[in-house]
């Protein structure tokens, strides 16, 4: 079981560029979530997807911003246009189909920078 | 909405223990959660409490929550380099739309000293 795979780990983009985040679930994960993380701070809740279906999206920006989960593949989070107050650590975690008390599995991020 | 709070820094001497504190506001949580993150890494669940019990041990680690002061803490004995890390404490809440959104702190940035 290879856990939750995030590509690529690290990005750099130009401002007014689109950023590509990719994230696969631990395998018999449905269930997706994306997290930020500014300079020194906590991670915020983003967005929570199922295959096909945006349960949750209250953390995410009103513009610019979309994710997808779709059936097949990993799920993306996109950012257009990007801004250099964009630049952080985007997490991916996933869980099962069941409700999962025992928290969530976390990839290892993807560090973007926006020059 | 949902808050919590952790302080910033914490140094102690390697064999020592190390408390971390975290209060949250939400009396509605249902599971508290500690995370470590070491540099350039993602999140690695070290423990969770369920909001109706009062403590947890797990090797090294207590857990303890006081329900009526919201506040919740790690403690880690004999402290080693190797748990030189960010902390993150986390609370879970049922709400509409959202039934696994974990709330976090700003983490705790634990320095061992030699």
């Known amino acids: 079981n290879a856990g939750v795979m995030q590509n690529p780990r690290h990005l750099v983009r130009r401002r007014g560029q689109e950023a590509r985040l990719r994230c696969s679930p631990m395998k018999g994960h449905s269930h997706v979530y994306w997290y930020r993380q500014l300079p020194e701070e906590g991670l915020k809740f983003m967005v929570y997807?199922?295959?096909?279906?945006?349960?949750?999206e209250s953390g995410m920006p009103k513009e610019r911003f979309s994710a997808e989960f779709p059936k097949e593949g990993p799920s993306i989070l996109r950012i257009q246009q990007v801004v250099r107050g964009d630049s952080a650590a985007y997490f991916c975690a996933s869980s099962p189909p069941l409700v999962s008390n025992y928290g969530y599995t976390f990839g290892s991020g993807t560090r973007l920078t926006v020059v | 909405g949902e808050d919590v709070e952790q302080s910033l820094f914490l140094s102690v001497r390697e064999g020592d223990s190390s408390v971390i504190n975290c209060t949250y506001t939400d009396s509605s949580s249902t599971y508290l959660y500690w995370y470590k993150q070491e540099p350039g890494a993602g999140l690695q669940l070290l423990t969770y409490?369920?909001?109706?019990?009062d403590m947890k041990q797990d090797q090294r680690l207590t857990v303890l929550l006081n329900k009526k002061d919201k506040h919740l803490s790690l403690r880690i004995a004999d402290t080693q380099t190797g748990d030189s890390a960010i902390y993150f404490c986390?609370?879970?809440?049922?709400?509409?739309?959202?039934?696994?959104?974990?709330?976090f702190g700003s983490g705790t940035q634990l320095t061992v000293l030699p």
């Open positions: 997807l199922q295959k096909e279906n945006i349960i949750d």
């Open positions: 409490i369920f909001s109706n019990m």
């Open positions: 986390a609370e879970s809440h049922l709400s509409s739309g959202s039934a696994r959104q974990l709330t």
